[in-house]
């Protein structure tokens, strides 16, 4: 049974930082499109960054330069990096694994950035 399990959400003042952890399990990870995605109250799902099994990466416009992507194939772990944190950015956001559109979610943790 696959399972991703999302962790370090919160609330953050705007111009903060937070680090989100998705551990997955029952999958040959390594081989796994990984993703993170995030929807905010009244929005759609978007897709916010993106490493291939390679560890190619790519992010939306709008976190370039303030998120980063990163994954460890040791521990089955995808990160997020979240510095600079707006307003915007406030939403919740979920972990994702692709392979040839074979696809797996999680739960989603969420991310409030407020004063």
């Known amino acids: 049974q696959v399972q991703l399990a999302e962790s370090g959400g919160g609330l953050v003042q705007p111009g903060g930082s937070l680090r989100l952890s998705c551990a997955a399990s029952?999958?040959?990870?390594?081989?796994?499109?990984m993703g993170w995605y995030r929807q905010a109250p009244g929005k759609q799902r978007e897709l916010v960054a993106i490493?291939?099994?390679?560890?190619?990466?790519n992010h939306l416009a709008s976190v370039k330069g303030r998120f980063t992507i990163s994954r460890d194939n040791a521990k089955n772990t995808v990160y997020l990096q979240m510095n600079s944190l707006k307003p915007e950015d406030t939403a919740v956001y979920y972990c994702?694994?692709?392979?040839?559109?074979?696809?797996?979610w999680g739960q989603g943790t969420q991310v409030t950035v407020s004063l």
């Open positions: 994702n694994a692709d392979l040839r559109g074979e696809g797996y």
């Open positions: 029952g999958l040959m990870f390594s081989v796994y499109t």
């Open positions: 490493i291939t099994s390679r560890g190619n990466t």
